[in-house]
């Protein structure tokens, strides 16, 4: 334990108090005359924590992907500026409500097919489908976008030559969507780079055979000619079925010893 020294004449100063039994000095600090107008003490201040940012989070996570659940999120419970709500519910909608315009207008211009199902009820059996000698190729070459061809003039060769005729086709899988209410899509490129695709449609029902189906896998697929996409060159089958399936099998890097 420290001992206290006298400021003055520097004798200890016993007791632990502050009084100089040696020179009689007082060493205490001096008590705040109650007289005189005292400081008020300051308040403490607590940090200030970050609002809101959770629900950032959450807004932009359903921004992602449920967009109407956004709008009702942010509407409810972000403690944003009414304008800067209105101004985020105009831009939403103007921009869900351009895609839609866009996709009804592509249809409308570029896509033609048939006015049957993608997929029927009683579709033909696996073992008594034609198929036609009629290759994906000839098909984009004359329904391709190049100077000169009218939009209804390519229709129409669609309408005369194609729909409806049965084709058998080999390709490399580049995209799989399975759903449950609508028509399961496989998209195929028969060769690589080639500037067309296949996108064949199924009945949800072969989603457990299409699922076991993965990228890059080689298929064989038997379909009714039923569309083409114009403006993507694409090549659409309606009452697909998987013929053959070939594995794709990565190549294994050669390692040195």
Not at 158 to 187: F, N
Request: proline fraction near 9%.
């Amino acid at each position: 334990m420290a001992v206290r020294k006298c400021p003055g004449c520097g004798a200890t100063l016993k007791g632990g108090t502050l009084y100089c039994e040696y020179c009689g000095t007082d060493w205490s600090p001096p008590k705040p005359d109650p007289s005189l107008p005292q400081q008020a003490a300051l308040p403490r201040v607590q940090p200030v924590k970050p609002r809101g940012a959770g629900k950032t989070v959450i807004f932009v996570i359903l921004l992602l992907f449920c967009p109407p659940g956004a709008l009702v999120f942010m509407w409810a419970a972000m403690p944003w500026r009414r304008v800067a709500k209105i101004a985020w519910t105009a831009a939403l909608v103007g921009f869900y409500m351009t895609v839609v315009i866009w996709g009804v207008y592509h249809d409308a211009v570029y896509l033609v097919h048939a006015d049957t199902p993608k997929f029927s009820a009683e579709p033909l059996p696996t073992q008594n489908r034609p198929a036609e000698q009629i290759e994906a190729a000839d098909i984009y070459r004359q329904m391709r976008n190049l100077e000169g061809q009218e939009l209804e003039k390519r229709k129409q060769l669609w309408i005369k030559t194609y729909q409806g005729r049965w084709v058998q086709w080999e390709g490399e899988v580049e995209q799989r969507y399975t759903y449950t209410s609508s028509p399961s899509k496989l998209i195929i490129r028969p060769e690589k780079k080639t500037p067309y695709r296949i996108e064949a449609f199924f009945d949800p029902i072969y989603n457990k055979k299409l699922d076991q189906i993965d990228r890059k896998d080689r298929v064989t697929i038997s379909g009714m000619l039923w569309g083409y996409d114009i403006s993507g060159d694409d090549v659409m089958l309606a009452d697909s079925a998987i013929m053959a399936v070939s594995k794709h099998k990565p190549v294994e890097e050669e390692t040195t010893p």
